[in-house]
């Protein structure tokens, strides 16, 4: 007879994990094992990464999880290794191979060819994505063996850098890192970028080294998490304005504070900005996010009273 589960009790838990998403996992199970390590109450992440794709993934917990969509619109920063050659159906290692070609092209067609792709580009979304469309994920019909009309998205790879280069013997790649903006494909790119040389390619890895603000020397595992005493485990992770690190700062004192808690305006000498952190200055705490229109400042995300309070306690403990 099986022994009954413990269960697991759960607590505040506030701020964010970066954590270096291991092999073989989806961003969700990562995210679930962290929250449980943690015995984080309440937790989301940032945007996903595929279960074949490693590195960078910054997930929120508690009052974190008010600013996490901020981060979608985020460049990323990937390094990903081609295999030419062999195209895939899912335009990554994991897929069925439907076509092998022979690896004709010269170093000089390659750098000719990431100059193309270099800049604003359109992508076509794979199959093999999150992306939904009529309320569906697009993977979803390529499992039931279904190719859906997908709509062209014009994305921007800011720097597409070629790190090493084999295009003899047996496995022919390419290894690259690329800047790029929020929504793009890298296995797509990957895809296209073998069709302009001729001889078709797919992801062997990908590992994401970097996100906003956020990089891969930040990062904790899985493993590392797990190896510590429960006790210091909440010490690795950053401050939820680590999520708002580049917006202007807005400081209120502990009447307008709390004013603007409840929602209200406030009017003072701020600049204009879509977006910006707000402060209390007794005590130093972060009160939400808002925007300043004509000198006044309009509420966005507040945090609550009661999250205000186990931050402060959190940081004096």
Not at 260 to 288: E, T
Request: aromatic residues 4%; contains cysteine; positive net charge.
């Amino acid at each position: 007879m099986n022994a009954p589960r413990t269960r697991v009790q759960r607590r505040p838990v506030h701020g964010v994990l970066l954590l270096d998403k291991p092999l073989g996992l989806s961003s969700n199970e990562a995210l679930q094992k962290a929250k449980w390590l943690l015995r984080a109450e309440k937790a989301g992440h940032t945007g996903t990464l595929d279960p074949l794709a490693t590195g960078v993934l910054p997930l929120c917990f508690g009052a974190a999880t008010k600013f996490s969509q901020l981060h979608l619109d985020a460049d990323k920063t990937y390094e990903t290794t081609l295999r030419l050659g062999v195209t895939t159906r899912t335009g990554d290692a994991e897929g069925e191979v439907i076509q092998r070609q022979a690896v004709a092209c010269t170093p000089g067609q390659v750098v000719e060819v990431l100059d193309r792709f270099t800049g604003a580009i359109v992508q076509v979304p794979p199959m093999h994505s999150a992306l939904k469309k009529e309320g569906k994920a697009l993977y979803e019909y390529a499992r039931q063996g279904q190719e859906v009309e997908r709509t062209p998205r014009t994305v921007t790879i800011h720097a597409l850098e070629l790190l090493d280069m084999r295009l003899h013997g047996e496995a022919p790649s390419l290894r690259l890192r690329v800047h790029c903006s929020k929504g793009t494909y890298i296995r797509t790119l990957g895809e296209d970028i073998g069709q302009a040389l001729g001889c078709g390619a797919h992801l062997a890895e990908l590992r994401r080294v970097a996100t906003g603000g956020f990089a891969l020397d930040q990062c904790v595992t899985l493993a590392h998490i797990e190896a510590l005493p429960e006790a210091e485990r909440c010490r690795l992770l950053q401050p939820v304005e680590a999520l708002l690190a580049g917006h202007p700062r807005v400081t209120l004192d502990s009447d307008n504070a709390a004013r603007f808690l409840s929602g209200m305006r406030r009017r003072g000498h701020w600049s204009d900005a879509p977006l910006v952190a707000v402060w209390g200055d007794r005590p130093r705490a972060l009160l939400g996010t808002g925007q300043v229109r004509g000198g006044e400042l309009i509420a966005q995300r507040l945090l609550s009273p009661e999250e205000i309070r186990q931050i402060l306690q959190a940081h004096s403990s």
